[in-house]
Protein backbone atom coordinates (compact mmCIF):
# COMPACT_ATOMS: atom_id res chain seq x y z
CA UNK A 1 0.00 0.00 0.00
CA UNK A 2 2.89 2.45 0.65
CA UNK A 3 4.66 1.47 -2.19
CA UNK A 4 2.00 2.11 -4.45
CA UNK A 5 1.20 5.47 -2.87
CA UNK A 6 4.94 6.61 -2.90
CA UNK A 7 4.36 5.76 -6.77
CA UNK A 8 2.92 8.96 -7.12
CA UNK A 9 5.63 11.08 -5.97
CA UNK A 10 8.61 10.79 -9.66
CA UNK A 11 9.68 14.40 -8.15
CA UNK A 12 9.49 17.39 -5.59
CA UNK A 13 9.67 20.64 -5.98
CA UNK A 14 11.21 22.67 -3.58
CA UNK A 15 10.34 26.16 -2.91
CA UNK A 16 14.09 27.70 -1.42
CA UNK A 17 14.83 30.52 0.83
CA UNK A 18 12.67 32.97 -1.40
CA UNK A 19 10.45 33.42 -4.16
CA UNK A 20 11.78 37.00 -5.35
CA UNK A 21 13.81 36.91 -8.27
CA UNK A 22 15.66 40.12 -7.33
CA UNK A 23 16.60 38.29 -3.60
CA UNK A 24 17.10 34.91 -5.23
CA UNK A 25 19.81 36.39 -7.41
CA UNK A 26 21.73 38.36 -4.41
CA UNK A 27 21.60 35.07 -2.65
CA UNK A 28 23.13 32.72 -5.08
CA UNK A 29 25.62 35.78 -4.90
CA UNK A 30 26.11 35.32 -1.07
CA UNK A 31 25.78 31.55 -1.17
CA UNK A 32 28.30 30.86 -3.79
CA UNK A 33 30.92 32.99 -1.83
CA UNK A 34 30.47 31.21 0.93
CA UNK A 35 30.69 28.32 -0.52
CA UNK A 36 34.23 28.92 -2.54
CA UNK A 37 35.24 30.82 1.12
CA UNK A 38 34.37 26.84 2.77
CA UNK A 39 35.61 24.92 -0.09
CA UNK A 40 39.12 27.25 0.02
CA UNK A 41 39.40 27.34 3.64
CA UNK A 42 39.10 23.60 4.64
CA UNK A 43 41.04 22.63 1.48
CA UNK A 44 43.92 25.00 3.11
CA UNK A 45 43.62 23.46 6.39
CA UNK A 46 44.08 20.02 4.94
CA UNK A 47 46.67 20.97 2.66
CA UNK A 48 49.02 23.01 6.19
CA UNK A 49 48.07 19.90 8.16
CA UNK A 50 49.45 17.56 5.68
CA UNK A 51 52.67 19.77 4.77
CA UNK A 52 53.78 20.07 7.93
CA UNK A 53 55.25 17.52 10.20
CA UNK A 54 54.70 19.54 13.09
CA UNK A 55 51.00 18.74 12.66
CA UNK A 56 51.07 15.19 12.02
CA UNK A 57 49.40 14.42 15.20
CA UNK A 58 46.20 12.99 16.38
CA UNK A 59 44.17 16.25 16.72
CA UNK A 60 44.78 17.80 13.00
CA UNK A 61 44.58 14.74 11.76
CA UNK A 62 40.86 14.33 12.87
CA UNK A 63 40.61 18.18 12.05
CA UNK A 64 42.02 17.10 7.98
CA UNK A 65 38.66 14.64 8.45
CA UNK A 66 36.52 17.33 9.69
CA UNK A 67 37.27 19.47 6.63
CA UNK A 68 37.23 17.00 4.38
CA UNK A 69 33.92 15.95 5.89
CA UNK A 70 32.57 19.81 5.78
CA UNK A 71 33.53 20.01 1.67
CA UNK A 72 31.67 17.06 1.16
CA UNK A 73 28.75 18.05 3.51
CA UNK A 74 28.24 21.71 1.74
CA UNK A 75 28.86 20.13 -1.52
CA UNK A 76 25.86 17.41 -1.34
CA UNK A 77 23.37 20.78 -0.23
CA UNK A 78 24.98 23.76 -1.89
CA UNK A 79 25.47 23.07 -5.66
CA UNK A 80 21.73 22.02 -6.04
CA UNK A 81 20.79 25.02 -3.82
CA UNK A 82 22.39 27.50 -5.86
CA UNK A 83 20.83 25.90 -9.00
CA UNK A 84 17.29 26.36 -7.21
CA UNK A 85 18.25 30.21 -7.11
CA UNK A 86 17.95 30.74 -10.67
CA UNK A 87 15.96 28.12 -12.01
CA UNK A 88 12.36 28.60 -12.93
CA UNK A 89 11.93 25.18 -12.68
CA UNK A 90 12.79 24.38 -9.05
CA UNK A 91 12.28 20.58 -8.81
CA UNK A 92 14.48 17.54 -7.79
CA UNK A 93 13.91 13.84 -8.47
CA UNK A 94 12.81 11.74 -6.07
CA UNK A 95 15.92 9.99 -6.68
CA UNK A 96 18.33 12.86 -6.21
CA UNK A 97 16.02 14.07 -3.17
CA UNK A 98 16.51 10.42 -2.05
CA UNK A 99 20.54 10.89 -2.27
CA UNK A 100 20.79 14.06 -0.90
CA UNK A 101 18.75 13.38 2.18
CA UNK A 102 20.86 10.26 2.56
CA UNK A 103 24.59 11.82 1.81
CA UNK A 104 23.50 14.94 3.84
CA UNK A 105 22.28 12.78 6.58
CA UNK A 106 25.01 10.45 6.96
CA UNK A 107 27.82 13.25 7.17
CA UNK A 108 26.18 15.60 9.35
CA UNK A 109 25.51 12.01 11.94
CA UNK A 110 29.29 11.96 10.89
CA UNK A 111 30.25 15.21 12.29
CA UNK A 112 28.29 14.96 15.74
CA UNK A 113 30.24 11.50 16.40
CA UNK A 114 33.31 13.12 15.35
CA UNK A 115 33.36 15.98 17.15
CA UNK A 116 33.03 14.05 20.49
CA UNK A 117 36.01 11.88 19.35
CA UNK A 118 37.89 15.06 19.46
CA UNK A 119 36.97 16.28 22.69
CA UNK A 120 37.85 12.96 24.22
CA UNK A 121 41.39 13.40 21.97
CA UNK A 122 41.93 16.97 23.52
CA UNK A 123 40.63 15.45 26.84
CA UNK A 124 43.32 12.49 26.63
CA UNK A 125 46.11 15.12 25.42
CA UNK A 126 45.41 17.79 28.41
CA UNK A 127 44.56 15.05 31.56
CA UNK A 128 46.64 12.33 30.53
CA UNK A 129 49.84 13.80 28.74
CA UNK A 130 52.01 10.32 29.62
CA UNK A 131 49.81 7.91 28.24
CA UNK A 132 48.74 10.09 25.17
CA UNK A 133 50.94 8.69 22.40
CA UNK A 134 50.11 5.27 23.55
CA UNK A 135 46.63 5.19 23.88
CA UNK A 136 46.25 7.83 20.88
CA UNK A 137 48.73 6.14 17.97
CA UNK A 138 47.99 6.12 14.34
CA UNK A 139 46.27 2.52 14.34
CA UNK A 140 43.91 4.00 16.78
CA UNK A 141 43.44 6.99 15.51
CA UNK A 142 42.93 5.50 11.81
CA UNK A 143 40.07 2.93 13.45
CA UNK A 144 38.42 5.59 15.47
CA UNK A 145 37.82 7.61 11.81
CA UNK A 146 36.96 4.47 10.03
CA UNK A 147 34.11 3.66 12.91
CA UNK A 148 33.23 7.28 12.97
CA UNK A 149 32.33 7.27 9.23
CA UNK A 150 30.57 4.34 9.14
CA UNK A 151 28.58 4.84 12.21
CA UNK A 152 27.28 7.72 10.22
CA UNK A 153 26.71 6.03 7.22
CA UNK A 154 24.91 3.29 8.78
CA UNK A 155 22.73 5.36 11.13
CA UNK A 156 21.60 7.59 8.80
CA UNK A 157 19.82 4.29 6.61
CA UNK A 158 17.10 3.57 9.38
CA UNK A 159 16.54 7.97 9.51
CA UNK A 160 16.29 7.80 5.63
CA UNK A 161 14.09 4.45 4.85
CA UNK A 162 11.65 5.81 7.35
CA UNK A 163 11.10 9.37 6.04
CA UNK A 164 10.79 7.86 2.26
CA UNK A 165 8.69 5.03 2.47
CA UNK A 166 5.88 7.22 4.06
CA UNK A 167 2.81 7.79 1.86
CA UNK A 168 2.79 11.06 0.70
CA UNK A 169 -0.26 10.84 -1.44
CA UNK A 170 0.70 12.98 -4.45
CA UNK A 171 2.07 16.02 -2.28
CA UNK A 172 5.49 17.41 -3.35
CA UNK A 173 6.03 20.59 -2.85
CA UNK A 174 8.98 21.09 -0.12
CA UNK A 175 9.18 23.91 1.51
CA UNK A 176 12.83 24.31 2.09
CA UNK A 177 16.07 24.69 -0.28
CA UNK A 178 16.89 21.10 0.09
CA UNK A 179 15.30 17.44 1.34
CA UNK A 180 15.36 17.93 5.07
CA UNK A 181 13.85 15.02 6.99
CA UNK A 182 11.33 16.91 8.68
CA UNK A 183 10.59 18.71 5.60
CA UNK A 184 9.82 16.06 3.42
CA UNK A 185 7.82 14.45 6.34
CA UNK A 186 5.18 17.40 6.21
CA UNK A 187 4.26 16.08 3.27
CA UNK A 188 3.08 12.59 4.33
CA UNK A 189 -0.49 11.96 4.78
CA UNK A 190 -0.87 9.33 7.28
CA UNK A 191 -0.02 10.31 11.13
CA UNK A 192 4.07 10.18 11.52
CA UNK A 193 4.16 8.97 15.04
CA UNK A 194 6.84 6.61 14.53
CA UNK A 195 8.86 8.74 12.35
CA UNK A 196 9.10 10.95 15.27
CA UNK A 197 10.23 8.45 17.79
CA UNK A 198 12.66 7.15 15.06
CA UNK A 199 14.10 10.65 15.25
CA UNK A 200 13.87 11.29 18.87
CA UNK A 201 15.73 8.07 18.67
CA UNK A 202 18.26 9.03 16.60
CA UNK A 203 18.70 12.42 18.25
CA UNK A 204 19.51 11.09 21.16
CA UNK A 205 22.30 8.73 20.17
CA UNK A 206 23.75 11.32 17.82
CA UNK A 207 22.72 14.65 19.56
CA UNK A 208 22.48 14.85 23.07
CA UNK A 209 24.49 11.88 24.33
CA UNK A 210 27.52 12.94 22.42
CA UNK A 211 26.97 16.84 23.68
CA UNK A 212 26.39 15.34 27.41
CA UNK A 213 30.12 13.10 27.23
CA UNK A 214 31.76 16.52 25.33
CA UNK A 215 30.70 18.59 27.86
CA UNK A 216 31.52 16.19 30.55
CA UNK A 217 35.23 15.63 29.20
CA UNK A 218 35.18 19.36 29.29
CA UNK A 219 34.52 19.73 33.10
CA UNK A 220 38.01 17.78 33.07
CA UNK A 221 39.78 19.56 30.79
CA UNK A 222 39.20 22.73 32.13
CA UNK A 223 40.14 21.40 35.78
CA UNK A 224 43.25 20.31 34.64
CA UNK A 225 44.08 23.67 32.60
CA UNK A 226 43.52 25.82 35.73
CA UNK A 227 46.42 23.30 37.60
CA UNK A 228 49.02 24.26 35.11
CA UNK A 229 51.58 26.39 36.57
CA UNK A 230 52.52 28.38 33.21
CA UNK A 231 50.50 30.78 31.78
CA UNK A 232 51.25 30.12 28.60
CA UNK A 233 50.34 26.46 28.98
CA UNK A 234 46.90 27.34 30.01
CA UNK A 235 46.83 29.94 27.29
CA UNK A 236 47.67 27.45 24.72
CA UNK A 237 45.11 24.79 26.18
CA UNK A 238 42.53 27.31 26.25
CA UNK A 239 43.04 28.11 22.68
CA UNK A 240 42.91 24.85 21.02
CA UNK A 241 39.78 23.58 23.45
CA UNK A 242 37.74 27.33 22.94
CA UNK A 243 37.63 26.55 19.28
CA UNK A 244 36.23 23.45 19.71
CA UNK A 245 33.61 24.27 22.16
CA UNK A 246 32.86 27.21 19.55
CA UNK A 247 32.22 24.54 16.53
CA UNK A 248 30.18 22.66 19.52
CA UNK A 249 27.97 25.40 20.34
CA UNK A 250 26.99 26.40 16.79
CA UNK A 251 26.84 23.14 15.10
CA UNK A 252 24.97 20.95 18.08
CA UNK A 253 22.84 23.80 19.24
CA UNK A 254 21.30 24.40 15.95
CA UNK A 255 21.05 20.56 15.05
CA UNK A 256 19.38 19.98 17.87
CA UNK A 257 16.55 22.32 17.48
CA UNK A 258 15.72 21.41 14.14
CA UNK A 259 14.96 17.81 15.00
CA UNK A 260 14.40 17.93 18.84
CA UNK A 261 12.86 20.86 19.82
CA UNK A 262 8.48 20.58 19.82
CA UNK A 263 6.83 21.09 17.08
CA UNK A 264 5.33 24.50 18.16
CA UNK A 265 8.72 25.97 18.25
CA UNK A 266 8.84 25.23 14.65
CA UNK A 267 7.71 27.63 11.38
CA UNK A 268 9.34 27.06 7.55
CA UNK A 269 11.07 30.24 7.44
CA UNK A 270 12.39 29.71 11.03
CA UNK A 271 13.59 25.99 10.09
CA UNK A 272 15.06 27.13 7.07
CA UNK A 273 17.40 29.84 8.58
CA UNK A 274 18.25 27.22 11.48
CA UNK A 275 19.48 24.73 8.87
CA UNK A 276 21.37 27.53 6.95
CA UNK A 277 23.49 27.73 10.10
CA UNK A 278 24.21 24.26 10.66
CA UNK A 279 24.51 22.87 7.06
CA UNK A 280 26.51 25.82 5.74
CA UNK A 281 27.15 28.53 8.24
CA UNK A 282 29.32 26.02 10.45
CA UNK A 283 31.38 24.26 7.61
CA UNK A 284 32.67 28.05 6.31
CA UNK A 285 33.50 28.75 10.04
CA UNK A 286 35.46 25.50 11.39
CA UNK A 287 38.17 26.25 9.52
CA UNK A 288 38.33 29.83 10.11
CA UNK A 289 37.91 29.12 13.84
CA UNK A 290 40.71 26.46 14.02
CA UNK A 291 43.28 28.80 12.44
CA UNK A 292 42.76 32.20 13.58
CA UNK A 293 42.56 30.82 17.59
CA UNK A 294 45.29 28.29 16.41
CA UNK A 295 49.21 29.56 16.53
CA UNK A 296 50.66 26.42 15.10
CA UNK A 297 48.32 26.67 12.19
CA UNK A 298 48.89 29.94 11.64
CA UNK A 299 53.08 28.93 12.24
CA UNK A 300 52.63 26.42 9.63
CA UNK A 301 50.50 28.98 6.88
CA UNK A 302 52.86 31.27 7.41
CA UNK A 303 55.61 29.03 6.52
CA UNK A 304 53.76 27.34 3.48
CA UNK A 305 53.38 31.02 2.03
CA UNK A 306 57.30 32.41 2.78
CA UNK A 307 58.58 28.71 1.10
CA UNK A 308 56.00 29.85 -1.73
CA UNK A 309 57.95 33.13 -2.04
CA UNK A 310 61.20 31.74 -1.65
CA UNK A 311 60.56 29.82 -4.83
Not at 47 to 71: A, C, E, G, K, Q
Not at 162 to 168: A, I, R, Y
Not at 229 to 234: F, I, K, L, M, N
Not at 271 to 294: A, H
Request: charged share 15%; with cysteine.
Amino acid sequence: MERRNQSYITAFILLGLSDKPNTNILLFIVFLLIYIVTLVGNLILITVSRLDSRLHTPMYFFLSNLSFLDICYTSSIVPKMLEIFLAKKKTISFRDCAAQMYIHLSLGETECILLAVMAYDRYMAICHPLHYTIIMNWRVCVMIAVGTWMGGFLLSIVHVAFTLTMPMCGHNVINHFLCEVPAVLSLACVDIFINEIVIFVVGVLILLIPVFLIFLTYIYIISTIMKISSADGRRKAFSTCTSHLTVVTIFYGTAIFMYMAPKSSHSPDKDKMISVFYLIITPMLNPLIYSLRNQEVKGALRKALTRQNIF
